[in-house]
């Protein structure tokens, strides 16, 4: 296999380099307009015609020949059914890492708090969980069992008490790995329905497919649009863009390594991104030679290729210090700190979904099996957005209660304020509370 790298070289010294940055980075998922109104078509139709809708979606988006809704819906014997289709192999990874990710998530939990102030007020917060969370998982040859765990675990472990799966089968080609993960991380339900018409379902119920609270999960471009439009109607997790990597070495790691760390998330899609930072510029010539040297031996290669080109990059900074600077300024989705003290550098990293430590972390590990979760912010929306946890899937409710003197003495501010306001039935409500001898004076 012949293949052609071109990798962008930057220097943060070039006086155009935040230009020629912002443009690397650039990147929207924007549906146009034809996009957008087929989707609109389908949530009308799914909540128009529910459960026939879905099964004429199904046959006609999917190639499934399904003749009703039942033959649409997985039950847990076929969840259970397709752990004994798996080898051991498989199933005891798939059960290692549901373990590891459900002890890190269990670290997330938030309880109930409550305090009582002097005069007998208390003030609180109520932890609860959603009724029912919606999980999209892709389907065919874009099957993710990893995902599954990432995004169901989370939700049981917050509580939630129940979670159902849509995954899409073209053709009718189930992926296994995907329904041992199902079975694994206790989801509830399964309908091999995908696109905008399984995330409509999900927001607004069938009369087979529930209505969730909240939906999870990547997919195309189609689903991602569909959350777009029912946002309100239920709660999403994100509308995620390419998967993105940067690694900040010194220069001292194996450059063959830093190169495959690289590809870890080229492979994923033409538009996923890769880029090394480093201060030493002999290094970003080695770990360009190795791209070079290993990109034939990949078998997605192609994909690999134009992503690495388009929107690839070498950054050479001026020291470490600004490595970090610019790291806070791309803000990625996974960042590694390919470093020989990684624990030095860490205060200095404000903007990341994740972040690896040290030579021997991977990203590829966070990925599958080291415990915190994969489902992260893209796009430099880690500058306000945080991994999909366990407090995705809880709610928080204030609790107020005012004795009799503390409802008094609030009154007065209320009311101070309420009248400010030009709100004088938020001022008389408070104002009633207020004890008598107290508004004499």
Known sequence: MTVSTAIARLNAADPDFARHLDHLLSWESVSDDAVNQRVLDIIKAVRERGDAALVEFTQRFDGVDAKSIDDLILNRARLELALTRITPVQREALEKAANRVHIYHERQKQDSWQYTEADGTVLGQKVTPLDRAGLYVPGGKASYPSSVLMNAIPAKVAGVAEVVMVVPTPRGEVNELVLAAACIAGVDRVFTVGGAQAVAALAYGTESVPQVDKIVGPGNIYV?????HVFGQVGIDMIAGPSEILVVCDGQTDPDWIAMDLFSQAEHDEDAQAILVSPDAAFLDRVAASIDKLMPTMERADIIEKSINGRGALIQVRDMQQAMDVANRIA????????????????????AGAIFMGRHTSEALGDYCAGPNHVLPTSGTARFSSPLGVYDFQ???????????GASELGHTASVLARGESLTAHARSAEYRILTQEKGN
Do not use: M, Y
């Open 395 to 405: 709610k928080r409710s204030s609790i107020i209660f005012c004795s009799e003197q």
């Open 224 to 228: 991602a649009t569909a959350k777009r």
């Open 332 to 351: 990625p989705e996974h960042l590694e700190l390919s470093v020989a003290d990684p624990q030095a550098w860490l205060p200095h990293i404000r903007h």
